[in-house]
């Protein structure tokens, strides 16, 4: 296997880049010089981040696609290597979801949620595989969450994509290493974020649509999947301390997170205000008017921009390295003492 060159712009492809953590990881993959091939249904969100990444210095390309289509995908990943040669890097990011209880979603609505949410992810990465693996070269990188493990009430169809994604991304994964390949595929788990997202869900909720607090940056995600592309060797990266906590509480209590979810999460994704019936959502089709939807939403005020779990997750090997010093001199000390 070569390993790449790092000083060398490399040739990415983002997918869901024209808003929230999609659009911040443009900006995050901007800064480095890289080139960016933009995929995501909305042309004037489009327009608008590849406006920003040539801003930054970086050569760009946009896709209009929809990656429920695997035809859009594999014609994605064509443009992208006609234009800029061999793909370096895909980021998979886009999704739909519906926020309202499982009763109250019909078949077609949950059904395009796992077209684009899980299978919109497995049709990138096979288009991306198709040419990565003829070179022994490639890393793409999953967005993922904490509901890829601990699903949460009014998001049925996203948890149970979110949960396809993960148990796909690890059977890929033992295929990778089973046959030797130097391509490598990781995922981020990130928390709660604030993007535009919440704003044109799908909602039948009484309230607007909210993220569950603690609530980060979406620029904190875009560097967590910066990181990831450019350390693909860990199996997955998790982001926000209210991650590792959920994730390891439903692993030791699931039963337990249950009942606390059957309490909380009800309220936590819905704020007093209630929520338009009429407003556009983007289940079915972009939204994707004069306005650029950026990456940010509407909670500013509460988010966070740091997470001490993303520095664990980067640096386990010098906390390993901590935990077993510690360990070496409790016992030297025991032993000192005994004698």
Known sequence: MTIPDRSQPRTVVITGATAGIGRACVRAFATGGDRLVLVARGAAGLRAAAAEAEAAGSPVR???????????CEAAAARAEAEFGPIDVWVNDAFVSVFAPFTEIGPDDFRRVTEVTYLGYVNATRAALRRMLPRDH?????????????????????????????????????????????????????????????????????????????????ELAARAVRYAADHPGRREYWVGTSTAATLIANAIAP??????????????????????????????????????????????????DRSAQLWASQHHGVLAAGGAAVLLGAAAGALARGR
């Not at 929809?66 to 859009?72: C, I, L, M, Q």
């Open 62 to 72: 946009t896709v209009v696609a929809d990656v429920a289509d695997p035809e859009a």
């Open 138 to 218: 490639g890393t793409v990188v999953q967005v993922g969450s904490a509901i890829a493990y601990r699903g949460i009430p009014l998001q049925t169809a996203y948890s149970g994509a979110k949960h396809a994604i993960q148990g796909w991304h690890e059977a890929l994964r033992c295929e990778l290493l089973a046959s030797g390949s130097g391509v490598r595929v990781t995922m981020v788990q990130l928390p709660a974020v604030n993007t535009p997202q919440f704003d044109w869900v799908r909602n039948r909720m009484r309230g607007r649509a909210r993220p569950v607090p603690p609530v980060h940056q979406p």
């Open 255 to 304: 039963g337990l997170l249950d009942r606390y979810l059957a309490r909380t999460g009800i309220r936590a994704q819905q704020d007093e205000q209630p929520h338009r019936r009429q407003a556009p959502d983007n289940l079915w089709a972009p939204v994707d008017g004069a306005e650029d939807h950026g990456a940010h939403g509407r909670f500013d005020a509460e988010a966070r």
